[in-house]
């Protein structure tokens, strides 16, 4: 069972709002991910979890702030947004994340959730 | 500079005519994993097929397979006897060991029925 859950489906909110996204997997995945994809784009990589702790934070503003609480659990939590940060927001989640070193292997593919669709006006 | 390529921007195909979706990467790693996904117009990103640098055989899943071509760079993603639930973006995607996914432009393909 491949599922990785997204809430809330769509999201509205104001340059001053605080909201948070959440995922939820459940196939004892070790690694979780945060990707903002704009139209017609490929996804980009905001964060990566291993094992609940911080790998890769690519130079994502402090106004989006992720957490892991558990290996089942991911948010991004939300403040001060700006309109150009109005995009779909993918959660991902796979076996493993071996970083940067290592033999690349299948456990390393991502599935992704069905996404929030986030409008800041 | 690692990349991935995909040429085609878009294509029309019959329904039941097999497609074949281009993609050609760059990487100097011998240890990299190519990835498809598709993504309908409702967003969610759907794993199609996965292929190693070290497998011997190519992958195939289901009417999914991979035409790995490791000497050229490619891994062409083919369709067999597609349906009209098959149009959607498609996105080839590499990990080379040494950094994260690294995703193409995408193809958008459409399936006349």
């Known amino acids: 069972d491949t599922e990785v859950t997204q809430t809330p489906k769509h999201l509205v909110m104001g340059m001053t709002n605080k909201k948070s996204l959440k995922c939820e997997q459940h196939m004892g995945h070790r690694a979780m991910y945060w990707y903002k994809q704009k139209a017609k784009k490929p996804p980009e990589l905001m964060f990566v979890?291993?094992?609940?702790?911080?790998?890769i934070n690519e130079s994502v503003p402090s106004r989006f702030s992720p957490e892991c609480p558990n290996s089942s659990l991911l948010n991004l939590h939300l403040h001060a947004l700006q309109p150009e940060d109005s995009a779909l927001y993918l959660c991902?989640?796979?076996?493993?994340?071996?970083?940067?070193?290592?033999?690349?292997?299948?456990?390393?593919?991502?599935?992704f959730g069905p996404g929030t669709r986030l409008l800041v006006l | 500079a690692q990349k991935i390529t995909q040429t085609q921007p878009g294509m029309f195909v019959q329904e039941k005519e097999a497609v074949t979706l281009d993609c050609t990467y760059d990487?100097?790693?011998?240890?990299?994993?190519l990835f498809w996904y598709k993504q309908p117009s409702s967003g969610e990103m759907i794993f199609l097929i996965y292929?190693?640098?070290?497998d011997q055989q190519n992958a195939t899943e289901g009417r999914y397979s991979l035409n790995f071509q490791k000497a050229r760079k490619s891994a062409n993603l083919v369709i067999s006897a597609s349906q009209l639930g098959d149009s959607a973006m498609y996105f080839c995607?590499?990990?080379?060991?040494?950094?994260?996914?690294?995703w193409g432009a995408g193809t958008k393909l459409i399936i006349k029925p």
């Open positions: 292929q190693g640098s070290y």
């Open positions: 979890y291993s094992y609940e702790k911080l790998s």
């Open positions: 995607a590499m990990r080379p060991s040494n950094y994260q996914l690294i």
């Open positions: 991902a989640s796979s076996q493993e994340f071996s970083g940067t070193s290592g033999r690349v292997r299948q456990e390393e593919t991502q599935y």
């Open positions: 990487t100097s790693d011998p240890s990299y994993g």
